[in-house]
């Protein structure tokens, strides 16, 4: 079966740096994009970017450029978001989810569990 | 950016009824050459990720009871729930997987009354 599983909740300073992993199995992992979404506390769903898992090649949403660097281990099917320069409005949830590889879009059918990031002085 | 509008915020319906959420695309996000929609639903449960219910607008995921259903095309679609069940309760996100960046209604919480 399909499973994205996500490293444990992080606790970081302003202007450091995190870096959240996704683990995924029961598939073959380069057929597929990784997105991640973040989740502000009560707030809504925010698309990071996506890795192509057989390329490594990124797009990420000009909010986070600069900041966010996704990439990804096929030898242990695992991918990796890492944002930097931290602040407090990225205490968040973020999550990993797949969606299949195609020249146009396509939707999110397995989502990991969740990774909370919380950033405070 | 193609904005993705939902209505409404909230939305509270007896055990039984029937549930309407509303979502509207700045953009279609309708392609032409294949005639799809590139929308889809989303429930999200307190403390858990989001789960796929129905795609290109009205495709049901596996699994997903069949009192979920999904229309409309080009920038207005709509999800309903035929008959609400307690387990319903939940916020539901739409999403346009057009273009990027990959955008999100602001959710609709769904409540019993």
């Known amino acids: 079966q399909v499973q994205l599983v996500q490293s444990g909740a992080e606790v970081k300073k302003p202007g450091a740096s995190v870096k959240v992993s996704c683990k995924a199995s029961?598939?073959?992992?380069?057929?597929?994009?990784m997105h991640w979404v973040r989740q502000a506390p009560g707030q809504g769903l925010e698309w990071m970017g996506w890795?192509?898992?057989?390329?490594?090649?990124?797009n990420y949403a000009q909010k986070f450029q600069g900041r966010v660097t996704m990439t990804r281990d096929t030898s242990i099917s695992t991918v990796y978001m890492e944002l930097s320069r931290l602040n407090s409005d990225d205490t968040a949830v973020f999550y990993c989810?797949?969606?299949?590889?195609?020249?146009?879009?396509?939707?999110?059918?397995?989502w990991g569990q969740g990774t909370l990031v919380t950033v405070s002085s | 950016d193609i904005v993705m509008t939902q209505s409404p915020d909230s939305l509270a319906v007896s055990l039984g009824e029937r549930a309407t959420i509303n979502c509207k695309s700045s953009?279609?996000?309708?392609?032409?050459?294949?005639?799809?929609?590139?929308l889809g639903w989303y429930q999200q449960k307190p403390g858990q990720p989001p789960k796929l219910l129905i795609y290109?607008?009205?495709t049901r995921e596996s699994g997903v009871p069949d009192r979920f259903s999904g229309s409309g095309s080009g920038t207005d679609f709509t999800l309903t729930i035929s008959s609400l069940q307690a387990e319903d309760v939940a916020v539901y996100y739409c999403q346009q997987y057009f273009g990027t960046p990959y955008t999100f209604g602001q959710g609709t919480k769904l409540e019993i009354k």
């Open positions: 290109w607008a009205s």
């Open positions: 029961g598939y073959t992992f380069t057929g597929y994009y």
């Open positions: 953009q279609s996000v309708l392609y032409s050459s294949n005639n799809k929609n590139y």
């Open positions: 989810a797949r969606s299949l590889l195609q020249s146009l879009g396509s939707r999110f059918d397995y």
């Open positions: 890795i192509n898992a057989n390329t490594g090649g990124t």
